[in-house]
């Protein structure tokens, strides 16, 4: 089984909907991201957690929010979404050490806004 | 300002060529680096990276990297691509400085195609 899932894979929803994409880890870190991806853009950071207590915004927060269920779960809300966050999501998971950091990604949610 | 720049957007390569992907990075702390793949559909896979100590890299599937301090670059390479290195790669560049709070900045990807 993969140590990070993401479920819905694929999602195509309407303007002005509410969407909530899904992560799961089995790896047993602390540190939760969530990132999207963009043709040309490279990764950029919606939000990320350390602990099911500490969330934080990252540099495209805007329109999304965050819940840490528990220490495997993080999940990414749109309440209410719009075309221009039509985009690839990725969940990724870390856990820091004396050498800093490596980030493990799951496989990623389609996301299409029509 | 904290960036990445992999200067060459899609690159072409024959099978059994040499391959160096291009990564620059601008950063004000010292710096720990990565390299990841992603395939067609696929999540991100982390190929190497660097920490600390020798500057000179070896990943899986064949792949090595060099951090060039001087050069602020951090530069990709494999000796003989294979059809199956056909992906998007990923050059990302984080801190390791106290209190750092893992966020990593990633370049813009570089997709690479192999002729047979």
């Known amino acids: 089984d993969a140590d990070v899932t993401q479920t819905p894979r694929n999602r195509i929803t309407k303007t002005g909907k509410r969407i909530m994409l899904e992560c799961s880890q089995t790896?047993?870190?602390?540190?939760m991201y969530w990132y999207r991806q963009d043709p040309g853009l490279g990764l950029r950071l919606i939000y990320y957690?350390?602990?099911?207590?500490?969330?934080n915004k990252g540099e495209i927060s805007d329109g999304y929010s965050v819940s840490r269920q528990a220490q495997a779960k993080f999940s990414l809300s749109l309440e209410s979404a719009i075309p221009n966050q039509t985009a690839l999501y990725f969940c990724?998971?870390?856990?820091?050490?004396?050498?800093?950091?490596?980030?493990?990604f799951g496989p990623g949610t389609r996301l299409t806004v029509l | 300002a904290q960036s990445v720049t992999q200067p060459d957007i899609h690159i072409t390569v024959s099978e059994g060529a040499s391959l160096e992907l291009r990564c620059n990075y601008s950063?004000?702390?010292?710096?720990?680096l990565f390299w990841y793949v992603q395939s067609p559909g696929q999540g991100l896979q982390l190929l190497l990276k660097?920490?600390?100590?020798?500057?000179l890299v070896q990943g899986i599937k064949g792949f090595e990297a060099e951090f060039k301090r001087s050069q602020s670059s951090f530069n990709l390479r494999k000796p003989s691509v294979h059809w199956s290195d056909a992906a998007e790669y990923f050059c990302?560049?984080?801190?390791?400085?106290?209190?750092?709070?893992?966020?990593?900045?990633f370049g813009q990807g570089t997709t690479l195609q192999v002729k047979p």
């Open positions: 990724a998971t870390s856990d820091w050490g004396r050498l800093g950091d490596t980030q493990y």
């Open positions: 790896k047993g870190h602390d540190r």
């Open positions: 957690s350390f602990d099911v207590k500490d969330i």
């Open positions: 950063y004000g702390a010292t710096p720990y």
């Open positions: 660097y920490f600390s100590g020798d500057t």
């Open positions: 990302a560049v984080g801190s390791l400085l106290s209190g750092n709070t893992g966020k990593l900045i």
